[in-house]
């Protein structure tokens, strides 16, 4: 069986209100993907949350590379999580973590 390549996506999530946590998050990606692309691509796109840092809102996610743009495009249409307006700036895409360090 064929291993599907993954891609790795830095971004910041700026929040105007109470902090957010990594489940939330991931939960409302998903949502957003599900709503705009249907199941078979949140299916198929892998989405997972690497790291997280509730307080500076800088994360890492990882997801299949053939899906990268539709997880980006789902996180930025992301307003807001539990009440807290929140905002998604994908920063950088590599495919290894060590391609990610500043």
Do not use: W
């Not at 840092?53 to 992301?78: P, R, Y």
């Amino acid at each position: 069986m064929k291993s599907r390549r993954k891609r790795y996506l830095r971004f910041c999530l700026h929040q105007d209100g109470s902090p957010i946590n990594g489940k939330q998050l991931t939960a409302e990606v998903r949502r957003n993907l599900l709503s705009l692309y249907g199941e078979v691509a949140v299916a198929d796109s892998r989405l997972y949350l690497s790291k997280y840092n509730e307080d500076s809102g800088m994360g890492i996610l990882q997801c299949n590379a053939a899906l990268l743009e539709k997880v980006i495009t789902s996180s930025v249409l992301i307003g807001s999580i539990e009440k807290t307006r929140v905002s998604f700036e994908p920063k950088k895409t590599s495919g290894t973590l060590k391609g990610l360090k500043t």
